[in-house]
């Protein structure tokens, strides 16, 4: 008891730094030092995207020189933007410690569904999609009943759904098997042609640096306020401008060929609310808490069903909205659609991109870096004019990899203690 | 013996009040028949062997599982828990033996989750201002509330638990094994924690299965076996004598004899009618 007094923080020191104990790192030496324990700790972050994407780039740019190209990577960026989609509702189930195998599956149909009803039966075009997207949703409120009400697995249930989706989808396509859309529409320019002018991508990309400096700055402001230590302006600033600069210069080299795709556009804006929605509200707080701890989740008051519903029903829709752009990047609507690949691209993205399987551990971020990387091997595999026999392999080992390092990693937080 | 004498009625008025409280698990009855009084700034030990039921009244209490029958009274009027929020909305909060908090979240993020403030743009740095002023007051040792709880000891754990529960402002805190598995300093800094607790006015419920932590701390022990009453006790009852009401095996007439007048004691005196 008469430790009490020796535990009263000094006046002059703010809220958070009354304990001794606890190194402060401040600074540039500060911030590698914090990078650098964290690492050690198995704290990765998006450090084995970055290692990884920077092999890859190496070894194909120097099996063929075309794939650094403007041309190549502009096109990357189309077909990153459909699967990418899909994974980023990955990233979500992954969050509350949940899968859904089925994404493939939803993403064909609803390109089917689209197709059917706007080719086939005449229906306009957005409401086509909103009934492909209601669709998707559908699915997830199902698999979300299966698993709130029955108890069963995802893994199991999402698995039925699998095949019961692609029967649907077959079901629907009908004898003839594939459905073309029409070229010139709008919606088809946006998947095979639509970039942003030059202007607007460096304005786009110049106002997401001046968000990200001005919330860090009013941040700071508050804490300063508050009598918390603030983060040095310095660091936000700095942080800022390298953000800005170096995707200013990706932006320009795009530029040099077709630019940047509206349809990267719009999914790097699908992760842009994704993150400030995990991150910045109740809703993305109990995600990550119903993935850690379900019970502690379910004590504090949580409505666990519901979180659990959400994220099955965010998942569906994606992958159904990643149906109907990957619809329209092909400008069809096939039996071929969302199967192969598809579906463990997509979960191969996010977990590569470093959102943990098992739960309550991951960023929407995760998903546009997991699928750059995905979608760097199939296009440099593509340009060596590989088979699929091996574009498979090879994708498959990756995936493996990027498991394997998650595991690890994972051993590593708990034995450092960091969950 | 002399523990009647010693027996003080509690000053504060009566926060909880049970009845008659049974609950059935199927054929089983884990709870039969529990009387219950806890008054404002009292400290009650709930003691039992493994079995007892006293995990099953907590949870009663907690609004997670419902009595079968019985009436409970929360500051004077009847209640009925559906869930754990109707629980929390009357100013009952519990700390569970596994402490319920999401390792892989900060401090912060734990003591607040399901209150966050502003929900649709999360107010973090007025959260954790609320979270280092609790602390302080538990005159908490955190380091660092922006690290996840997985990187904390035992003790510090129990801190954020506790500093959680108060969060809302309860009118009764109830806390399940909060020494066990602790060292000896942590056991005395979570003991500290209680009396601070209880000095703000809060009733207190903590199981223990510890003697000498329950005697050190607690106002007035409940002895629960096979899911009943067994008696109430006084921190200077000698330690055979709870043992023996916990256990059953000194399950004579002489200990019964005690604990029934300790009962009739604690009736006269406390706010029953």
């Excluded at chain 1, 842009?272 to 509200?281: F, G, P, S, V």
Aim: hydrophobic share 50%.
């Amino acid at each position: 008891m008469t430790s009490d007094a020796e535990t009263k923080p000094a006046a002059a020191a703010p809220l958070d730094r009354a304990d001794t104990r606890v190194r402060h790192d401040t600074g540039i030496s500060g911030a590698v030092r914090g990078f650098l324990d964290r690492v050690r700790s198995g704290d990765l972050g998006s450090l084995p995207v970055v290692v990884g994407l920077a092999i890859i780039w190496t070894v194909f740019q120097s099996l063929n020189p075309v794939f650094l190209s403007s041309n190549n990577l502009v096109n990357l960026l189309f077909d990153s933007s459909t699967v990418g989609v899909i994974a980023l509702g990955i990233v979500c189930i992954l969050m509350v410690g949940e899968i859904d195998l089925s994404v493939g599956s939803v993403s064909g149909f609803a390109s089917a569904l689209v197709g059917v009803l706007w080719v086939n039966n005449g229906w306009p075009v957005g409401i086509a999609i909103l009934a492909a997207l209601a669709a998707g949703a559908v699915i997830g409120v199902l698999y979300a009943l299966l698993f709130n009400r029955l108890g069963m697995p995802s893994f199991v249930s999402t698995l039925a759904g699998l095949l019961a989706v692609l029967g649907l989808q077959l079901f629907i396509l009908g004898s003839s098997g594939s459905i073309n859309l029409p070229y010139g529409s709008p919606i088809v320019d946006l998947g095979q042609t639509l970039v942003m002018p030059p202007v607007v991508a460096y304005a786009l990309v110049l106002a997401a640096g001046a968000a990200t400096f001005t919330s860090g700055y009013r941040t700071a402001a508050r804490r300063r306020a508050a009598g918390l230590t603030p983060p040095s302006l310095g660091g936000i600033l700095a942080r800022a401008l390298i953000f800005t600069v170096a995707l200013e210069l990706v932006v320009y080299y795009l530029n040099e060929d077709r630019g940047v795709p509206w349809m990267f556009g719009l999914f790097v804006g699908l992760v842009a609310a994704m993150d400030y929605a995990l991150k910045r509200t109740k809703w993305g707080r109990s995600m990550t808490a119903v993935g850690g701890n379900r019970e502690a989740a379910r004590r504090s008051g949580i409505d666990v069903r519901a979180i659990y519903t959400s994220a099955f029903v965010v998942c569906s829709t994606l992958a159904a909205l990643g149906g109907v752009l990957s619809a329209i990047r092909l400008a069809s609507a096939s039996q071929q659609a969302g199967t192969g690949d598809v579906n463990l691209n997509a979960i191969a993205a996010a977990v590569i991109g470093g959102t943990s399987l098992f739960g309550g551990r991951g960023s929407a971020y995760s998903a546009l870096l997991g699928i750059i990387v995905i979608q760097s091997i199939a296009s440099g595999l593509t340009l060596l004019d590989l088979s699929s026999s091996l574009r498979y392999m090879i994708t498959g080992g990756v995936l493996a990899v990027a498991v394997i390092v998650d595991s690890l990693a994972r051993r590593s937080r708990v034995s450092h203690g960091r969950a | 013996m002399s523990n009647t004498l010693q027996g003080t009625p509690p000053a504060g008025d009566l926060v909880l009040s049970l009845r008659g409280i049974c609950k059935q698990f199927g054929a089983v009855s884990a709870l039969s028949d529990i009387d219950l009084d806890v008054h404002a700034g009292e400290v009650v030990a709930l003691v039992g062997d493994n079995g007892a039921g006293k995990s099953t009244l907590v949870k009663v209490l907690a609004g997670v599982h419902q009595p079968t029958s019985g009436t409970m009274e929360f500051r004077g009027k009847p209640v009925t828990l559906a869930g754990p929020n109707d629980a929390l909305a009357l100013g009952i909060a519990t700390v569970f033996q596994d402490l319920a908090l999401c390792e892989n979240l900060d401090v912060v993020a734990n003591i607040f989750l399901g209150k966050e403030l502003q929900p649709y743009a999360l107010d973090e740095v007025a959260m954790e201002i609320r979270a280092w002023k609790l602390l302080n007051e538990l005159s908490a040792r955190i380091p660092s509330v922006r690290e996840p709880i997985a990187s904390l000891s035992g003790g510090q754990r129990q801190t954020v638990a506790i500093a959680r529960s108060l969060l809302l402002e309860p009118k009764l805190i109830m806390l399940d094994e909060p020494t066990a598995a602790l060292g000896v300093a942590q056991t005395a800094e979570v003991l500290n924690l209680i009396e601070r607790v209880r000095e703000r006015g809060l009733a207190v419920i903590m199981i223990s299965h510890n003697m000498e932590d329950v005697r050190a701390v607690a106002d007035r022990i409940v002895v629960l076996r096979l899911g009943r009453n067994n008696g109430i006790f006084y921190p200077d009852t000698s330690n055979q004598e709870l043992v023996g009401a916990i256990t059953g095996a000194a399950d004579n007439a002489v200990s019964r004899r005690s604990g029934r007048r300790q009962a009739q004691q604690d009736l006269t005196e406390g706010a029953r009618a």
